[in-house]
Nanobody, 121 residues
């Protein structure tokens, strides 16, 4: 089974930075899109940023200009550089990948376990 393993979460002061990492493992033919989502207590899970295999990116308005998503296709990894963090960024951050395990397989959605980011004021 394909798994996504996340790392980099933690506690940081407002204005600080964190870098989240996501590594996909298992039998993978290709990864179309990788993304980061987050969910704060009492709120719906929301998209933070996505990146295609070609490098096209998309960001939520709330993080645009502060966060940067990147990926290494050879390593099947994605990263989220978070700068100028705000208390409202506090949430569990989830890595997501849309991928193929073989050329003839269907696309499948895989989620990481989530990593907690806490921003103190």
């Amino acid at each position: 089974q394909v798994q996504l393993v996340e790392s980099g979460g933690g506690l940081v002061q407002a204005g600080g930075s964190l870098r989240l990492s996501c590594a996909a493992s298992g039998i993978i033919f290709s990864i179309n899109v990788m993304g980061w989502y987050r969910q704060a207590p009492g709120k719906q899970r929301e998209l933070v940023a996505t990146i295609t295999s070609a490098g096209s990116t998309n960001y939520a308005d709330s993080v645009k200009g502060r966060f940067t998503i990147s990926r290494d296709n050879a390593k099947n990894t994605a990263h989220l550089q978070m700068n100028s963090l705000k208390p409202e960024d506090t949430a569990v951050y989830y890595c997501n990948a849309n991928l193929l395990v073989s050329l003839t397989s269907r696309y499948r959605e895989v989620w990481g376990q989530g990593t907690l980011v806490t921003v103190s004021s």
